[in-house]
């Protein structure tokens, strides 16, 4: 039976369809991999009260899916180099599937946060997953294809955040919060028959580093790579971006983890909706102009820099600023989170070799998430601890100083050259 989607054979997709289908394809996996997990932050009061849960233990429930992608993009990363990345977002999006519509189930917290565990391992899986098929299936439009699965992502966020309460009201009932775990659910099984039907094959039994593997890359990348040594070396070290990252995404993480809560402790309920919903959708306009300028802007320091100072600023207006200026604050940490994120996901497809890209995009996200899951987590034991409701948002003003040091500390260097990323294209557009 003729495939719908077409690859050379050295793994390429080729044809504008079959690149619309695939890129489509990997749009929803970012899409339906966040979904998932924000679709609980507008509806943790509900659960926090049905289960007579402390702060505490509402912060490890959000905190969860950050510390399982953490601690398991690594091992992800090995899995994907063994049995191939195609099969690995097959199975991470059954367990997602699988977790989310079980934990609809869970009459009490632990299986509550079992279920979470096993969806969180998906999503580890899935998203480790992806940047690795991107270098394989689009080796002349790794950023562009890294954006779009950023930006899945960052829509999947906006959308489950801004409308889980409102279908929740409308459809399932004031309280009916396990019902939303069922709406979210659903379309990722829907997801698992797409991406089983269309995306393309991948030849994982042809070595990397094989003349075949490398024929569409030894005509531009290798090429590249052969005249341009200096750029290998000032690529962003591992441990450096992982963690770097990781600011960006306790940011976001923490953010979402206790705008619910914190506005019922101060009484402004009201404004929840509108700034969780302005938090996540701010992202989407700051992931879409990054695009535009990554190559040009990625090892820079300065995004970090300004990034943290603006994070600094915004935490100290959500504190101490009225509430209706809710939304400038969220609207300024969702994106310049996203700048940080944005600039982060592409790196370890487009530095490394083909056979170094798995390896270093699991130890990239283990780290970033490792470093993300103590954002909720440490500032619900600060609001138990103090019964002082804005000591939960001090791990993301510390997170601000720290991308304020550690974006001082980069190499002066891009952490590759434009020039040499544009000849790459142009030689490949070329082979094709």
């Not at 039994?205 to 290798?222: C, I, L, N």
């Not at 130890?363 to 993300?372: E, N």
Request: hydrophobic fraction near 55%; aromatic fraction near 8%.
């Amino acid at each position: 039976m003729k495939r719908a989607v077409s690859v050379s054979l050295d793994g390429r997709v080729t044809g504008i369809w079959s690149k619309i289908i695939t890129s489509a394809l990997i749009v929803l996996v970012g899409f339906n991999l966040r979904t998932i997990i924000l679709a609980v932050p507008p509806i943790l009061p509900l659960i926090q009260h049905d289960l007579a849960l402390s702060y505490s233990e509402v912060g490890l429930l959000t905190a969860i899916p950050v510390l399982m992608i953490g601690i398991t993009a690594w091992p992800a990363g090995l899995l994907a180099e063994r049995i191939g990345g195609r099969a690995c977002v097959s199975i991470g999006l059954t367990l997602l599937g699988v977790g989310a519509l079980l934990r609809a189930l869970s009459p009490t917290v632990i299986p509550l946060y079992l279920c979470t565990v096993v969806l969180s391992l998906g999503i580890a899986i899935a998203q480790t997953s992806i940047p690795i098929l991107t270098r394989r299936w689009f080796p002349a439009q790794i950023g562009m294809v890294s954006a779009l699965f950023s930006d899945g992502l960052i829509v999947g966020e906006a959308i489950a955040a801004g409308i889980t309460v409102p279908i929740m009201l409308q459809f399932l009932g004031s309280d009916a919060w396990r019902g939303t775990f069922i709406v979210w659910g659903v379309p990722v099984v829907v997801l698992l028959a797409l991406w089983l039907l269309f995306a393309p094959p991948v030849h994982e039994a042809t070595p990397a580093s094989s003349p075949v593997a490398q024929s569409g890359e030894s005509r531009a990348e290798a090429a590249v790579r052969g005249d341009a040594p200096a750029a290998r070396r000032g690529h962003v070290n591992a441990l450096h971006l992982g963690i770097l990252v990781g600011m960006g995404s306790l940011i976001y993480y923490g953010m979402n983890a206790w705008v619910a809560s914190y506005n019922q402790a101060m009484l402004r309920t009201a404004m929840t909706p509108l700034a969780l919903a302005v938090l996540n959708a701010s992202q989407l306009p700051v992931s879409l102009g990054i695009t535009f300028f990554a190559q040009r802007i990625a090892g820079r320091r300065w995004p970090f820099i300004v990034v943290g100072v603006i994070t600094i600023a915004s935490v100290a207006g959500w504190i101490f600023a009225p509430a209706p200026f809710e939304p400038l604050w969220t609207a300024l940490l969702g994106g310049s989170s996203s700048m940080v994120f944005t600039l982060g996901i592409a790196l370890p497809p487009l530095l490394a070799q083909p056979d170094e890209v798995a390896r270093l995009t699991g130890i990239t996200f283990s780290l970033t998430y490792a470093v993300a899951f103590v954002g909720p987590f440490v500032g619900g034991g600060l609001w138990d601890l103090s019964h002082l409701p804005p000591l939960a948002f001090l791990p993301i003003g510390l997170a601000g100083l720290l991308l304020i040091i550690l974006g001082a500390l980069l190499p002066r260097r891009m952490a590759f050259d434009p020039a040499v990323a544009d000849r790459v294209v142009s030689a490949v557009n070329r082979a094709e």
